[in-house]
């Protein structure tokens, strides 16, 4: 499958700490990726990075073949950006703005993308984009990036200050815009319900590396929490499951329970306890939503 996005051996630092080390990873043509990670992992980083705005230490981004650094300009205008404070030129109104950055795009402007997302929050072609929502400025930003029509959409904690109805808006139209005109999209947000929406796949983000990238069915269906109560009031975790890499983050609860979570099948988790010698009650399995595997990948803290 054609790669959109490849990202060969990253390396960056900010000034002595280091975000990541030969960090790899690929986003196929007609794919929405979504990028997950706590606080500091290097999400923003990596956008960054992409958008050409930094420069690794070592490694490279090419994007439709071409390293970010020295990419053509022509070749750049297929690349939609959509970063915090989404609006410029709030002084103009609705038709005024579409008019302004048609004139960047000749040959490629559709702005019937932009008018449709604009009829849809109800808004006049005369209102000020000043005196909007900042949920109604975040659509028109998207609508902006939608006329322009390109083959990468690149947006970064796309959903901040929506509320529920504008992200629910943003996160409908933008997946069947993408799917509908085979686009392909990489994004980031802290708010994980969101994504679960939207992607096709994901990359999940340690510090300092990836721990995964798969489809997001992958997760959905085959990653569990299993719970069971133990005989004995433990202080720890029994050792043997710590060092067993198939078990994530395995934990007790404040009434001893113990959790743990595991891409294997409950018959296997199972075997493996008793290979342990671990005594422990039924063992239950939890479907997990796509915010809670992330907790059980990545740990609560």
């Known amino acids: 499958m054609e790669n959109v996005i490849e990202c060969i051996n990253l390396t960056h630092y900010y000034g002595k700490r280091k975000i990541y080390e030969n960090l790899s990873f690929n986003v196929p043509k007609g794919r929405i990726l979504g990028l997950l990670g706590k606080n500091g992992t290097g999400k923003t980083t990596t956008i960054?990075?992409?958008?050409?705005?930094?420069?690794?230490?070592?490694?490279?981004?090419?994007?439709f073949g071409q390293n970010v650094q020295t990419m053509d300009p022509a070749l750049r205008k297929q690349i939609g950006l959509l970063v915090e404070n989404h609006v410029q030129y709030q002084f103009m109104n609705i038709?005024?703005?579409?008019?302004?950055?048609?004139?960047?795009?000749?040959?490629?402007?559709?702005?019937?993308?932009?008018?449709?997302?604009?009829?849809?929050?109800?808004?006049?072609?005369?209102?000020?984009?000043?005196?909007?929502?900042?949920?109604?400025?975040s659509q028109v930003a998207l609508g902006l990036l939608l006329a322009q029509n390109p083959e990468l959409l690149i947006l970064d904690d796309f959903s901040v200050g929506l509320d529920p109805g504008y992200r629910r808006l943003f996160v409908e139209y933008l997946r069947d815009w993408a799917h509908s005109e085979g686009k392909t999209v990489f994004l980031t947000s802290h708010i994980i319900q969101d994504l679960e929406r939207l992607v096709d796949d994901c990359i999940i983000m340690d510090y300092g590396s990836i721990l995964m990238q798969c489809p997001l069915g992958h997760i959905n269906e085959g990653f569990h929490r299993f719970r069971s109560q133990l005989p004995e009031r433990l202080s720890d975790v029994p050792a043997p499951l710590l060092g067993d890499k198939q078990f994530y983050h395995p934990a007790l609860s404040l009434t001893g329970e113990l959790e743990l979570y595991s891409f294997l099948e409950k018959d296997e988790v199972e075997r493996r306890l008793q290979a342990m010698n671990i005594p422990h009650g039924p063992l239950m399995m939890d479907n997990l939503d796509l915010e809670d595997a992330f907790i059980g990948l990545t740990g609560k803290y």
């Not at 960054?48 to 994007?63: D, K, M, V």
């Not at 559709?110 to 209102?127: D, F, N, S, T």
Request: hydrophobic content about 30%; aromatic content about 14%; glycine content about 8%.
């Open 95 to 137: 038709e005024q703005i579409e008019h302004f950055y048609a004139q960047f795009y000749p040959g490629q402007w559709r702005k019937e993308a932009y008018y449709e997302l604009m009829k849809k929050l109800k808004v006049a072609p005369g209102q000020r984009i000043s005196r909007m929502s900042n949920g109604q400025r």
């Open 48 to 63: 960054n990075l992409l958008s050409g705005y930094l420069q690794p230490r070592s490694g490279e981004c090419r994007i």
